[in-house]
């Protein structure tokens, strides 16, 4: 059984910065590729980051220059490090990843950015 858990977000104010972790288990995460989705209550769910299977990254136009995916292979977890935070980017954040023929999901972690 496949389980990602999400951790690392919270209230804070425009400008700071956070880290999200994805914490895997019944995986072997260093072979998968992982993807940040985030999502505004009553809109899709939007992708914003993806590290491949060989550590390659891409990024939403929307994060491109402030946010940065990255991988412990030794911990199983991935990261998105988010920095200049906007209120805009006010969301519940999910990882996800492909493994035996399904996507697997986290459950999210808020991150509101206000004053």
């Known amino acids: 059984q496949v389980q990602l858990v999400e951790s690392g977000g919270g209230l804070v104010q425009p400008g700071e910065s956070l880290r999200l972790s994805c914490a895997a288990s019944g995986v072997i995460f260093s072979s998968s590729a992982v993807d940040w989705y985030r999502q505004i209550p009553g809109k899709q769910r939007d992708w914003i980051a993806t590290?491949?299977?060989?550590?390659?990254?891409l990024y939403a136009d929307s994060v491109k220059g402030r946010c940065t995916i990255s991988r412990d292979s030794t911990k199983k977890t991935v990261y998105l490090q988010m920095d200049s935070l906007k209120p805009e980017d006010t969301a519940v954040y999910y990882c996800?990843?492909?493994?035996?023929?399904?996507?697997?999901w986290g459950q999210g972690t808020q991150v509101t950015v206000s004053t």
């Open positions: 590290i491949t299977s060989g550590d390659n990254v």
């Open positions: 996800v990843t492909f493994v035996e023929d399904r996507y697997w």
